[in-house]
Nanobody, 117 residues
Framework: QVQLVESGGGLVQPGGSLRLSCAAS????????MSWYRQTPGKQRELVAA???????????YYGDSVKGRFTISRDNVNNMVYLQMNDLKPEDTAVYYC???????WGQGTQVTVSS
């Protein structure tokens, strides 16, 4: 019953921007820590960004060193969505991006992001 569906990936030029969306069903995203990962074939899945639930006293966000200052994770509690705004994209950002609910380790199917001129 828990489902995560990513969308918004595509081809973008270096320096461009994309906004990835994660549509959640079967739970309320505000109640859970959510995260975005990415994976390139032959490499381990990498944590890109994370956001704590409303129950987290730290109300924290996390960003991998390679994306700090360029990516922003957010949630839309009304529409039960999680977003990843990606700015100043670089070729090394090319990967399949996955949405994840930390508790229960639920994953979406992924959306492809390709950064190339």
């Amino acid at each position: 019953q828990v489902q995560l569906v990513e969308s918004g990936g595509g081809l973008v030029q270096p320096g461009g921007s994309l906004r990835l969306s994660c549509a959640a069903s079967g739970f309320t995203v505000s109640d859970y820590a959510m995260s975005w990962y990415r994976q390139t074939p032959g490499k381990q899945r990498e944590l890109v960004a994370a956001i704590g639930s409303i129950l987290d006293p730290t109300k924290s966000t996390y960003y991998g060193d390679s994306v700090k200052g360029r990516f922003t994770i957010s949630r839309d509690n009304v529409n039960n969505m999680v977003y990843l705004q990606m700015n100043d994209l670089k070729p090394e950002d090319t990967a399949v991006y996955y949405c994840k609910r930390k508790i229960g380790e639920y994953w979406g199917q992924g959306t492809q992001v390709t950064v190339s001129s």
